[in-house]
């Protein structure tokens, strides 16, 4: 199969607390994970990373500012036992997509439209962000545990619905297993993959991406976080660039941290490659390390790098590849964005 080379939960006991209020009357608690309840990006979303190895890693920066939407209780077996849904971007996947065997991204498209499950006729292929949104990077299969349905594929790669523009034979795809998790691929009437249909689901909020007056910090109007792109000249490996941002004073700001991988994946259009950016952001066409590490298996030996393609690529940590480059990202702010903070509705989640 040709490539496109890369430059580079059973639902909780406890209830899921949802309280829809208006902000302007209701104060909010500081605990509370907050999300508006009518749109989903997937930078809101979290990794699932559950153990911290480095300060300034994906989990530590969870348990002190409280970054992305918790997933406790976020996913619920539905339609007696036949779909998940997945509550803060609502989706409704097909739980056990073992009845598709695997086949050509053309057939599995058709079975997607053609599906008829819980008396819905509107399934369809997932695109790579929307596989993504279910990837867990603590776990192995990559994928939370109302999707481990007996007999499914678990561990395997599925087909993203959307086309690259102006490569008509190429599309993503996102694998639930390591080290393969994501890359751009050709061949739909030829490559064998597997499919998981979905349906439903909240619009995708995408970036809105300005450049401030410096020219070299971007801010995100969707997801509030703000972007610098650095080039230090020396090879940078992921505990050094950690390091690196925690002590940057960029643009009047000296809160920057590295990227986990959603937020990472927020800056990427699902139908684009080389680069995969949204157009108005010039980053180099690299791999960039993240701030998430995976927990399979318990070994704490693998870093999550998201390639210019989009999707995830795991490279061991302390090996001399371990995602070292002459560039990295670097972000501030986390959900919800201050600015954002109005009267309207939101859900809740603890």
């Known amino acids: 199969m040709p490539k496109i080379p890369r430059h580079s939960t059973i639902r909780s006991a406890a209830p899921i607390l949802a309280v829809m209020a208006v902000l302007s009357s209701v104060a909010i608690p500081a605990s509370a994970q907050q999300y508006p309840s009518d749109r989903w990006n997937i930078a809101w979303l979290r990794t699932g990373q559950a153990h911290s190895y480095y300060a300034g890693d994906d989990a530590d920066n969870v348990a002190k500012i409280s970054i992305g939407v918790s997933n406790v209780g ?18 409704v996947w097909m739980r056990d997509p073992s009845r598709f065997p695997q086949a050509t991204w053309l057939i599995q498209k058709q079975r997607c439209d053609d599906l008829v499950l819980a008396g819905k006729d ?112 020396v090879e940078t490996h992921l505990k050094d660039a950690l390091t ?18 959603n937020e990472f994946n927020s800056l990427f259009v699902p139908t684009k490659v080389h680069p995969a950016f949204d157009a108005r952001l010039k980053f180099a066409e690299i791999d960039y390390s993240t ?60």
């Open 244 to 261: 690196s941002a925690a002590v940057a004073t960029c643009g009047g700001f000296n809160d920057w941290r590295i990227p986990n991988a």
């Open 291 to 350: 701030s998430t590490i995976s927990d399979y298996l318990g070994i704490k030996d693998v870093t999550l790098v998201p390639g210019a393609g989009m999707g995830y690529a795991f490279t061991p940590k302390d090996s001399d590849n371990s995602g070292a480059s002459l560039s990295y990202l670097m972000v501030r702010g986390k959900f919800p964005p201050p600015h954002r903070v109005a009267a309207r509705n939101w859900l809740f989640f603890r």
């Open 122 to 233: 509107d399934w369809r292929m997932p695109n790579i962000l929307e596989l993504l949104s279910i990837i867990d990077v603590s776990k192995f299969p990559c994928a939370p545990v109302e999707f481990l349905f007996p007999n499914d594929n678990n561990n395997e790669t599925f087909f993203g619905g959307d086309i690259i523009t102006g490569r008509p034979d190429y599309f993503y795809e996102a694998g639930f297993r390591i080290p393969n998790s994501g890359s751009c691929q050709g061949g739909k009437s030829y490559a064998l993959c597997f499919v998981r249909p979905v349906r439903a689901g909240k619009p995708y909020a995408a970036g809105d991406f300005h450049t401030l007056p410096d020219g070299k910090i971007y801010e995100d109007k969707t997801t509030g976080l703000y972007w610098r792109y650095v080039n230090s000249g």
């Open 74 to 91: 976020r996913f619920e077996i539905t339609d007696s036992g036949q779909t998940v849904t997945d509550q803060v971007t609502g989706l």
